[in-house]
């Protein structure tokens, strides 16, 4: 199966920046959307980006010019740069792995906390 685990979550005051890294444990990684999502608690998991086995990537309205998405196949590994981070970028961020074709499969990692301070 594949694995995926996420880091570089933390504290972090208002404005500021974190990268955060997903490593997948399989070469799969390659063929494979991938994506960060975040959730808060009591609240529903909400994408917030993801680029495809090509590169092309998509975002949120609401980290648009902010986050940016990129992977790195060779070390079969998908980071989020995060800038001018905001006190509602608050959540725990998840990892995501979507394989379309030629099979279905949808694999989530474990998450890291991002607080974002006033």
């Known amino acids: 199966q594949v694995q995926l685990v996420e880091s570089g979550g933390g504290l972090v005051q208002a404005g500021g920046s974190l990268r955060l890294s997903c490593a997948a444990s399989?070469?799969?990684?390659?063929?494979?959307?991938m994506g960060w999502y975040r959730q808060a608690p009591g609240k529903q998991r909400e994408l917030v980006a993801t680029?495809?086995?090509?590169?092309?990537?998509n975002y949120a309205e609401s980290v648009k010019g902010r986050f940016t998405i990129s992977r790195d196949n060779a070390k079969n590994t998908v980071s989020l740069q995060m800038n001018g981070l905001k006190p509602e970028d608050t959540a725990v961020y998840y990892c995501?792995?979507?394989?379309?074709?030629?099979?279905?499969?949808?694999?989530w990692g474990q998450g890291t906390q991002v607080t974002v301070s006033s």
């Open positions: 995501n792995a979507k394989l379309t074709a030629p099979l279905r499969a949808d694999y």
């Open positions: 399989e070469i799969i990684f390659r063929l494979y959307t």
């Open positions: 680029i495809t086995s090509d590169g092309s990537t």
